[in-house]
């Protein structure tokens, strides 16, 4: 059988789908060597985090360039004449945009229906996700999620056949170790924010908690990930608070840089309004670093007992799990023995083998 996968969402745009994307093209050759894989890549987009050099040394594996960034709407023509021109069998698209208009059975990852929630649903962006992530799901052979939350949130909206909708957990790789790529911030605490800036990730409400929280002292807030049209505003509200001097716009990050930035964190804060899994929790818990996380059903599910949870409409409530994650005390390391456990249950290797199997799924559907 031989897969066509979209990798053209590994690079700096796509922070936590670029990280799985790559993921899964790093472990499934290995888990699954009497397949073929064809990776659709484009390597004219700007790449600091993705060796694809890795990717090539399987037999098993052939990389064919294909343009298009996951983003734009012609994307998939270029990658359905790649489909034909390969005879590939099966699509894995990590991202919606690769499974429209694919003229073979398609596997495709939602992540979340941000979109289609209240806060989600203004602008013409929106809309046209929205209509993509319905066009993808219903035309399926199978849909991959990454939690049973928003798993049946797709089963309820799109009332699709329960077994086509499977939810598997992306794979964990514990974050690199060295030094800090700005030795500055060795200096003082820092609380660690990792994302695109965008609305829902509820940055102005964590920049008000910073404030309340640190209104003086040397706590910092580390803002990591690749810099949007929002940034200017959260700059300027960065200032309005008092906070222009502790408070860090990373830009985007290299793996080796970040992985740093998370062991040195004081804490990892992701106080958002919806997610569909939370990726950098993940992430923080495999070095055994506190997290803030809002009080979400679908982080409860990531994170259970791990995570200091709050309200994330409340800058009080935020800015008291902040005061509390820098504490030490007993009831710390209890969370941290307890995220380090969760952690541990979700590396590639213990996880490949379910995404291996919807192989199967996608070629009887």
């Not at 590994?10 to 994307?21: E, L, N, Q, S, V």
């Not at 040195?264 to 958002?272: E, N, T």
């Amino acid at each position: 059988m031989k897969i066509l996968f979209d990798g053209r969402v590994c690079w700096d745009h796509f922070t936590g789908i670029g990280r799985y994307a790559f993921g899964l093209i790093h472990h499934l050759p290995s888990a699954c060597p009497d397949l073929s894989f064809v990776v659709a890549w484009n390597p004219s987009l700007p790449n600091r985090r993705f060796d694809w050099g890795q990717v090539r040394e399987f037999e098993n594996v052939r990389l064919v360039e294909c343009g298009g960034s996951g983003l734009g709407p012609l994307d998939p023509l270029g990658l359905r004449s790649v489909a034909r021109a390969e005879r590939a069998d099966l699509l894995q698209a990590p991202y919606f945009t690769s499974a429209l208009a694919s003229p073979i059975p398609s596997i495709v990852t939602i992540y979340d229906l941000i979109p289609f929630e209240p806060a989600g649903r203004r602008g013409l962006h929106a809309a046209l996700a929205r209509w993509g992530i319905a066009r993808a799901a219903r035309s399926a052979a199978a849909v991959i999620t990454l939690t049973e939350v928003v798993r049946e949130q797709i089963l309820r909206h799109f009332a699709l056949d329960g077994a086509c909708v499977i939810a598997i957990p992306p794979g964990l790789e514990a974050p690199p170790q060295g030094p800090l790529h700005d030795p500055s911030l060795a200096g003082a605490p820092y609380v660690l924010s990792v994302g695109v800036h965008k609305p829902h990730k509820n940055l102005d409400g964590l920049l008000e908690a910073m404030a309340l929280a640190f209104p003086s002292g040397q706590t910092r807030l580390v803002l990591a990930g690749p810099l949007s049209p929002l940034t200017p505003a959260l700059r300027a509200r960065a200032a309005s608070l008092g906070l222009v001097h502790r408070v860090v716009f990373t830009g985007p990050l290299e793996d080796a840089q970040l992985g740093p930035l998370y062991r040195g964190a004081a804490a990892v804060a992701l106080v958002s309004f919806s997610e569909g899994f939370g990726l950098p929790l993940a992430e923080a818990m495999s070095v055994r670093v506190p997290i803030v996380a809002s009080d979400l059903p679908v982080l409860r599910e990531v994170c259970g007992r791990a995570a200091i949870y709050v309200a994330p409409d409340s800058p009080e409530s935020i800015a008291e799990g902040l005061r509390s994650a820098l504490r030490q005390g007993g009831e710390a390391q209890i969370r941290l023995a307890e995220g380090e456990r969760r952690a541990a249950e979700l590396s590639w290797p213990a996880l490949v083998r379910r995404y291996a199997a919807c192989y199967g799924t996608g070629v009887s559907a």
